[in-house]
C-alpha cells in the first residue's frame, strides 16, 4: 500500500516537471472545500448578457481616430458633411483645385475670344415635369473621345440658373486649370442638379450633351436624360 502511494507521488511529480520543461503551467493544488459546486458560479443575466461585461466594450480601441472622446466615438469628424475631406467648390460649381495640388488660371489672362461655344440650353418633353425655374445646371466641356464619349478633366464649366431657352456661352475664362486651352473636338454636357451640388449625381437629375468642334455658334443643348 505503501509503495503505491510512493509511486503515485513519483508519477505525479514526473508529470510536473515535464509541463514545466514544456512551458506548461502547474496544475493548481486543490484542497477540499475550495472546489465551487457546478451550478453555484455566477451567471449572465437572461436580460443582459453582457452584465458582468465593462460598461466601455471599446475600452482601448481607437475608433474614433484623434480627437475622439469614449463619449463621442464620432468626435472630430464633419458628420455634418458627405464630402467631408474632399476639395471645396466654387461659386461656379467647379472644384477649387488649388486643394489639388493644381494651379488655378490667372484671372487677368488674355483670353481668345474665337474659342468658344455658344447655343441656348432646352429641355425636352419627356423631362419636362423634372425641372423647374431657378434650378441649378452644370456646364461642362471635355475633349471628345474616339467614340465620342467625354473624357479627360473638363476644360471649361459653368453653373447657370434654369430657364427654358437660356443662352450661355463657354471660353477659357471658365476653365479650371491654368493653361487649358478650348480646342478641337469636345462635348458640351449640361446637368440640372436637383441639390445644386457639383460633386453629386442623383436619381432624378436630368441630363444632356452634344457633340462639337470648338469654335461652335447657334449650338443647342437638350435636356432629355433623366437619370434612373
Keep these: 500500500m505503501r509503495f503505491a502511494l510512493a509511486l503515485s507521488s513519483v508519477l505525479a511529480l514526473t508529470a510536473c516537471n515535464k509541463k514545466s520543461q514544456d512551458g506548461l503551467p502547474p496544475a493548481q493544488d486543490w484542497q ?19 452584465a458582468k461585461a465593462g460598461v466601455d466594450p471599446h475600452a482601448g480601441m481607437n475608433i ?6 469614449p463619449a463621442d466615438p464620432h468626435a472630430g469628424l464633419d458628420m455634418g458633411s458627405p464630402h467631408g475631406g474632399m476639395p471645396p467648390v466654387n461659386p461656379n460649381g467647379s472644384v477649387d483645385v488649388t486643394q489639388m495640388g493644381l494651379s488655378s488660371p490667372d484671372p487677368n489672362r488674355k483670353v481668345d475670344p474665337s474659342r468658344r461655344i455658344k447655343g441656348v440650353l432646352k429641355i425636352h418633353a419627356k423631362a419636362k ?14 475633349k ?6 467625354p473624357s479627360g ?6 453653373k447657370v440658373l434654369y430657364q427654358d431657352n437660356l443662352a450661355f456661352e463657354l471660353t477659357e475664362a471658365n476653365a479650371m486649370v491654368a493653361g487649358t486651352e478650348l480646342v478641337g473636338d469636345v462635348v458640351v454636357s449640361a446637368r440640372f442638379d436637383q441639390d445644386s ?3 453629386s449625381k442623383q436619381p432624378g437629375d436630368v441630363t444632356g450633351q452634344v ?18
Excluded at 129 to 142: C, E, M, P, Q, T
Design 153 to 158: 478633366p473638363p476644360l471649361a464649366v459653368d
Design 32 to 50: 477540499a472545500g475550495n472546489a465551487t459546486p457546478m451550478g453555484s458560479a455566477d451567471k449572465p443575466s437572461g436580460a443582459n448578457p453582457h
Design 64 to 69: 474614433g481616430g484623434a480627437g475622439a472622446s
Design 211 to 228: 457633340r462639337v468642334k470648338v469654335p461652335a455658334e447657334n449650338l443647342v443643348l437638350m435636356l432629355d436624360t433623366v437619370l434612373p
Design 144 to 149: 471628345a473621345g474616339p467614340d465620342g464619349v
Design 129 to 142: 415635369d423634372r425641372v423647374k425655374a431657378g434650378g441649378a445646371v452644370f456646364l461642362i466641356v471635355k
Design 197 to 199: 451640388d457639383a460633386l
